[in-house]
């Protein structure tokens, strides 16, 4: 299994321009979370789902931030539009049953300038 | 979900064992513990998780207190590459989903 996979890795854009960070869990598993990790603030949960449902969506910063699961195998996260401070590592995890064992995909590597 | 303290960085020799502390003097009884790394410009990893008694797997062991109240994660044999940020998470066994990140403990393995 190739694991959790996070495209792209690094993104650099312009303030007010919209991103789009997908991601592709680990086949079989329900869960799907998106991270948000920055120097300040540590790891944070964005949202997470289960079997393609937005479960919990309390962590989202803002409208600006929209996520969404169209199938099992796949998951964006939009910035619409993106700020200066969006700047961070997006991590993408995925789990069988939203209890153990959680596995991380590499990150995108987000710069808004 | 009980809250976790860390010492905030350790060091540990190449070859030697790691014992890396986590305090949960509040954690409950359906309360698990959970350990994840943080290699640099990686993402978290799973190590591994108890409930009361003492786990061992291939990458670590861990020790709970009779008490449950702390915990120790242990790399026998730590090597350089295991130099990364150790997560220590308390979370009931009946919450799916959601799991919250501390600071950590900077574990440095030096030569």
């Known amino acids: 299994d190739a694991g959790v996979i996070q495209s792209p890795r690094h993104e650099v854009t312009e303030m007010g321009q919209e991103v789009t960070l997908r991601c592709k869990p680990i086949?079989?598993?329900?869960?799907l979370f998106w991270y948000r990790q920055t120097m300040m603030r540590g790891l944070e949960l964005l949202i997470y789902?289960?079997?393609?449902?937005?479960?919990?969506d309390s962590g989202m910063p803002e409208d600006r931030f929209s996520a969404k699961m169209p199938n099992a195998s796949f998951s964006t996260l939009k910035i619409q539009p993106s700020e200066p401070r969006d700047s961070a590592v997006y991590f993408c995890?995925?789990?069988?049953?939203?209890?153990?064992?959680?596995?991380f995909g590499s990150g995108t590597r987000l710069t808004v300038v | 979900d009980a809250k976790t303290t860390q010492p905030t960085s350790m060091d540990c020799a190449e070859g030697r064992a790691a014992n890396l502390p986590c305090n949960h003097s509040?954690?409950?009884?359906?309360?698990?513990v959970y350990w994840y790394r943080q290699i640099h410009s990686q993402g978290p990893q799973y190590i591994i998780h108890?409930?009361?008694n003492n786990e061992t797997n291939e990458m670590a062991s861990l020790i709970i207190t009779e008490d449950r109240k702390s915990s120790t994660l242990i790399l026998p044999h730590a090597t350089l590459r295991d130099t990364a940020v150790y997560y220590c998470?308390?979370?009931?066994?009946?919450?799916?989903?959601?799991?919250?990140f501390g600071q950590g403990t900077i574990l440095t393995v030096h030569p």
């Open positions: 995890a995925s789990s069988l049953d939203g209890q153990f064992g959680y596995t």
């Open positions: 086949s079989g598993h329900d869960y």
């Open positions: 789902f289960n079997n393609n449902v937005p479960i919990d």
């Open positions: 509040t954690i409950s009884g359906n309360e698990y």
């Open positions: 108890g409930l009361k």
């Open positions: 998470i308390v979370r009931s066994g009946t919450s799916y989903g959601k799991l919250t």
